[in-house]
């Protein structure tokens, strides 16, 4: 059974960082893409960060150059280190990914194209 479980969320100032998790269990991170969803009160969900399997990452152009998304294989655990925070960055943030892996059948940042998510982590920015 595909689990994800986020933690690492909280409350900060801005200019401040978080470091969020996302433990996976049911499959290995190693073998198909994950990313980093958010969702602020009234607005949709939307794409912050993801890696494929290879490694290789991608970034939405709001937290480009701020946010570093990574895994740990070993630990089977998905990371997302979030620096220069800014109050609009305040959102739940969830871990999503697509398992098992058949390829991309659409935009890197449509939750059509994930079939499992954790249950979000709550990160504030005053």
């Known amino acids: 059974q595909v689990q994800l479980v986020e933690s690492g969320g909280g409350s900060v100032q801005a200019g401040g960082s978080l470091r969020l998790s996302c433990a996976a269990s049911?499959?290995?991170?190693?073998?198909?893409?994950m990313a980093w969803f958010r969702q602020a009160p009234g607005k949709e969900r939307e794409g912050v960060a993801a890696?494929?399997?290879?490694?290789?990452?991608a970034y939405a152009g709001s937290v480009k150059g701020r946010f570093t998304v990574s895994k740990d294989n070993a630990k089977n655990t998905l990371y997302l280190q979030m620096d220069s925070l800014k109050p609009e960055d305040t959102a739940m943030y969830y871990c999503?990914?697509?398992?098992?892996?058949?390829?991309?059948?659409?935009?890197?940042?449509?939750?059509?194209?994930?079939?499992?998510w954790g249950q979000g982590t709550q990160v504030t920015v005053s």
């Open positions: 999503a990914t697509k398992t098992p892996w058949c390829g991309s059948r659409g935009p890197l940042w449509d939750t059509r194209e994930y079939n499992y």
């Open positions: 049911g499959y290995t991170v190693s073998s198909t893409r």
């Open positions: 890696i494929e399997r290879g490694g290789s990452t």
